[in-house]
C-alpha cells in the first residue's frame, strides 16, 4: 500500500487564495500492487503525470499552499468520481448507464494505463476497490476541501489550480491546423468552473512567461474541476495541463535537458498565480 495518501506543503504565512493540487503525480508505487499488475515497473508509470509535483512545489514561496497525491494514478485515479466503478475490472459492479472513462478503462480504478495497456489478468474484488477508495481518495479529498475552505475564510475567496502534463502527442490535432502547438491547456470547463478573471490572468502568466497557451480543448477539466468549481460561492476551479515532452523524456520517463529552465519560467507562472485575487474586489462578484 503507498504509504501516506497525500502530502502538503504550507506556506510560512498564507498570503494568497491560491491553492495548487497534483492529484496524479504520486508515484509510491507499493510491491504488493506490483506483484497484481502485469506490466512493469516502467510501463506501469506511463499514465503518471511524473515530475509535475516538483515543477509547483515552489507555491509555498509565495503564500500558497501545495497539496500532492501519495498513490499513483494507476492505483487510484483521484480525478474520478468515487461512483466511477469498473464493471470489467471490479467484481459484483453492475452496469449502469454509459460513461466514456468507464468504458475506456478509466474508472476512478483504473483497468489501463496509456495507450490502453491493461494493467491486471482478471478483476479485482470489491473488497479491495473500496479499501483503496476509503484510505486514499476520502482523505485526500477531505484535505482538498479543507485547504479551500480554509482559504475562503482568510481571504473571502479560493482559487484551485488542478496541476496535471499531458502526452506531447495530445496536441497533434492542434498542431495539424498550423497553429502554433500549445505548451498548456488551460480547463475551466468553458467558463463553469471559474470567472474570466481568475483565467485571464492565470493566461496571462503562462504567456508573460513564454508559454503557449490554449482553454479547454482538448482539456477542459475533469472531476476535480467539476466538483470544485464553484464560483458563484467563491471558490474557483482550473485545470493546467503541461505538455510533457517540454521538460521529460516521456519514454524514459525522465527529466530532460530543460527542466530546469521550465522549472524556473514556471516559478514565475507560480508567483503571479499566487497573486490571484489579491486587492481586488471578491472574484465571485460577477
Not at 483521484?78 to 459484483?92: F, H, Q, S, T, Y
Not at 460513461?99 to 470489491?126: D, E, F, M
Not at 506531447?168 to 463553469?192: Q, S, W, Y
Request: hydrophobic content about 40%; proline content about 6%.
Amino acid at each position: 500500500m503507498p504509504k501516506f495518501a497525500y502530502e502538503v506543503l504550507h506556506p510560512e504565512k498564507h498570503t494568497s487564495c491560491v491553492v495548487f493540487a497534483s492529484p496524479h503525480s504520486g508515484r509510491d508505487y507499493p510491491w504488493s500492487f506490483l506483484r497484481k499488475t502485469i506490466l512493469d515497473e516502467h510501463v506501469i508509470r506511463s499514465s503518471e503525470d511524473a515530475f509535475v509535483d516538483q515543477l509547483f512545489d515552489c507555491a509555498p514561496k509565495f503564500g500558497a499552499s501545495f497539496l500532492k497525491a501519495g498513490a499513483p494514478r494507476a492505483y487510484l485515479d483521484l480525478n474520478r468520481n468515487v461512483d466511477e466503478l469498473d464493471p470489467a475490472l471490479i467484481e459484483g459492479v453492475r452496469r449502469g448507464g454509459h460513461n466514456p472513462r468507464i468504458a475506456s478503462g478509466l474508472g476512478v480504478i483504473p483497468r489501463v494505463v496509456a495507450a490502453g495497456r491493461s494493467i491486471y489478468r482478471g478483476k479485482i474484488s470489491q473488497t479491495e476497490a473500496q479499501r483503496r477508495i476509503t484510505q486514499y481518495w476520502h482523505p485526500y479529498h477531505e484535505m482538498l476541501q479543507k485547504l479551500l475552505d480554509d482559504a475562503r475564510q482568510r481571504h473571502g475567496q479560493a482559487v484551485l489550480i488542478d496541476c496535471h502534463s499531458m502526452p506531447h502527442e495530445a496536441m497533434d490535432g492542434v498542431a495539424k491546423t498550423g497553429i502554433r502547438r500549445p505548451d498548456v491547456v488551460l480547463g475551466d470547463r468553458f467558463g463553469a468552473s471559474a470567472t474570466g478573471e481568475v483565467v485571464d490572468r492565470l493566461e496571462a502568466a503562462f504567456v508573460a512567461a513564454g508559454f503557449v497557451v490554449t482553454r479547454n480543448a482538448p482539456f477542459a477539466g475533469a472531476y476535480i474541476t467539476q466538483a470544485y468549481g464553484r464560483p458563484k460561492k467563491g471558490q474557483h476551479a482550473v485545470q493546467v495541463e503541461i505538455d510533457r515532452s517540454i521538460y521529460m523524456n516521456e519514454k524514459l520517463i525522465r527529466p530532460n535537458g530543460n527542466f530546469e529552465a521550465v522549472q524556473a519560467a514556471l516559478r514565475d507562472v507560480v508567483q503571479e498565480a499566487a497573486m490571484i485575487g489579491q486587492g481586488r474586489v471578491p472574484l465571485a462578484a460577477e
